[in-house]
């Protein structure tokens, strides 16, 4: 998602920090692929004979297997690229042996639990 504030020069945007597996399919043999299937999204890519499927890498729990956050909120200087702010979307206590474990599942239930009973 791109939001352009232009009197100040910025670009609001909604970073992803997932990793995903990519990967290119002839069109001929895409056609054949049940989409329905495993989680992957498609895309055809512009100008060349393939399509593109991918999906977020995720642990067995089907949670992400990296540290948070996931996500950040970022002004951008257009005329410039510099990055003016940058905010997490979404957290858990910083415990990277825990990424991607149940244990971080709960955590972030919590955490929320937790910031929804201040509002």
């Not at 504030?5 to 056609?31: C, H, S, Y």
Request: aromatic residues 10%.
């Amino acid at each position: 998602m791109l939001h352009s504030t232009a009197p100040q020069g910025l670009i609001a945007l909604n970073q992803t920090n997932l990793p995903f597996i990519v990967q290119l399919i002839p069109r001929d043999e895409a056609k054949h692929l049940n989409r329905d299937e495993g989680g992957w999204e498609y895309a055809p890519v512009k100008g060349t004979p393939y399509v593109m499927r991918r999906k977020p890498l995720l642990s067995p729990w089907h949670l992400p297997g990296n540290p948070s956050p996931w996500g950040t909120r970022a002004a951008v200087e257009a005329s410039t690229s510099r990055t003016r702010w940058q905010v997490p979307l979404s957290t858990v206590p910083s415990w990277p042996h825990f990424a991607g474990t149940p244990f971080a599942f709960w955590q972030h239930l919590r955490l929320q639990h937790r910031c929804l009973a201040r509002s």
